[in-house]
């Protein structure tokens, strides 16, 4: 009988830790705020882009209040929103949405709610404590500028030299359409960067382009690389090309655009996403054997 009994409540305690965590208390009012929000109607992409944020805020509130170790709001309501992904991007989705190219196909790139949530507190707890902007933080990170302080509030500002930025592109064609061919194939959209004077002082201009990891990458499946080119300038798809190959391992199949403005997190600075695949071990086979008959010949 005492074997019975403990058997039994072994069951039972199994059970009972089997049983998902009670949904804390604020919960069901902030993820009803959230359908709410994301409900619409909305009038253009943009602000379906601004009612998905404003969800997102309601539930990482309502899980920050529930304490740690709470388990995550249900981010269900977030499936198929613009930038949020709870799903793996695949190469073969990659490259297709790439190809469309629309603002409401580069809107199904994006990161999962924790991701999000990860990018947003660092934003708001770490840069922007210590910066006068995201934008000043990327122009001493990404280009090396020398900052000055406010004394008000302590915070940094990047120097940027007179004319260090210019907005066209150095061939004067448009940063539309398509660059490159193939896997390679990718689409650029002009996005405004900040700058005191359209070339330096003695009207000469030196183009810089840095390659930087993107510190929040996109929710992607493994063996997907994702980095940022940052130029001084608009770069025409040609010399995002050209970069690029330089960049990219051979053999490497490879893809980037550049986000609409809606989709920018900093439209301030030019920046291309430029993703690559790893090649397979196919892939180097095929690589080395078609050497081995170049070698041959």
Request: aromatic letters at 8%; a negative charge.
């Given at each position: 009988?005492?074997?019975?009994?403990?058997?039994?409540?072994?069951?039972?305690?199994?059970?009972?830790?089997?049983?998902?965590?009670?949904?804390?208390?604020?919960?069901?009012?902030?993820?009803?705020?959230?359908?709410?929000?994301?409900?619409?109607?909305?009038?253009?992409?943009?602000?379906?882009?601004?009612?998905?944020?404003?969800?997102?805020?309601?539930?990482?509130?309502?899980?920050?209040?529930?304490?740690?170790?709470?388990?995550?709001?249900?981010?269900?309501?977030?499936?198929?929103?613009?930038?949020?992904?709870?799903?793996?991007?695949?190469?073969?989705?990659?490259?297709?949405?790439?190809?469309?190219?629309?603002?409401?196909?580069?809107?199904?790139?994006?990161r999962t709610p924790e991701q999000i949530k990860g990018y947003w507190d660092y934003r708001?707890?770490?840069?922007?404590?210590?910066?006068?902007?995201?934008?000043?933080?990327?122009?001493?990170?990404?280009?090396?500028?020398?900052?000055?302080?406010?004394?008000a509030d302590g915070k940094v500002s990047a120097v940027v030299p007179p004319g260090f930025?210019?907005?066209?592109?150095?061939?004067?064609?448009?940063?539309?359409?398509?660059?490159?061919?193939?896997?390679?194939?990718?689409?650029?959209?002009?996005?405004?960067?900040?700058?005191?004077?359209?070339?330096?002082?003695?009207?000469?201009?030196?183009?810089?382009?840095?390659?930087?990891?993107?510190?929040?990458?996109?929710?992607?499946?493994?063996?997907?690389?994702?980095?940022?080119?940052?130029?001084?300038?608009?770069?025409?798809?040609?010399?995002?090309?050209?970069?690029?190959?330089?960049?990219?391992?051979?053999?490497?199949?490879?893809?980037?655009?550049v986000n609409t403005p809606t989709l920018q997190s900093v439209p301030a600075i030019w920046?291309?996403?430029?993703?690559?695949?790893?090649?397979?071990?196919?892939?180097?086979?095929?690589?080395?054997?078609?050497?081995?008959?170049?070698?041959?010949?």
């Open positions: 009988m005492g074997q019975s009994l403990n058997a039994l409540s072994g069951r039972a305690a199994a059970a009972e830790a089997s049983q998902p965590p009670p949904t804390p208390p604020g919960y069901a009012a902030a993820e009803a705020r959230a359908r709410e929000l994301l409900a619409g109607p909305f009038s253009c992409y943009a602000d379906e882009v601004k009612g998905t944020g404003a969800a997102m805020r309601q539930l990482f509130d309502a899980w920050d209040a529930a304490g740690p170790g709470a388990p995550p709001p249900a981010w269900d309501i977030l499936r198929g929103r613009p930038g949020v992904r709870l799903k793996p991007i695949s190469w073969r989705e990659l490259t297709g949405i790439v190809a469309d190219g629309s603002e409401r196909a580069l809107g199904a790139l994006g708001d707890r770490v840069i922007l404590q210590e910066n006068a902007s995201v934008a000043d933080y990327l122009l001493l990170k990404v280009f090396g500028f020398p900052y000055e302080v406010n004394q930025f210019r907005n066209d592109s150095g061939d004067g064609s448009s940063v539309h359409g398509a660059g490159g061919s193939g896997a390679g194939a990718g689409h650029g959209s002009g996005a405004a960067c900040s700058s005191a004077a359209d070339g330096a002082a003695d009207g000469s201009f030196r183009l810089v382009t840095v390659w930087r990891e993107n510190d929040f990458p996109y929710y992607l499946e493994p063996g997907i690389t994702h980095m940022n080119l940052w130029a001084n300038r608009p770069l025409a798809p040609a010399e995002v090309e050209a970069a690029v190959t330089e960049r990219v391992p051979p053999a490497s199949q490879h893809t980037w655009f920046h291309a996403h430029v993703l690559w695949q790893q090649p397979t071990a196919a892939d180097s086979s095929t690589a080395l054997g078609a050497n081995a008959a170049v070698d041959g010949i």
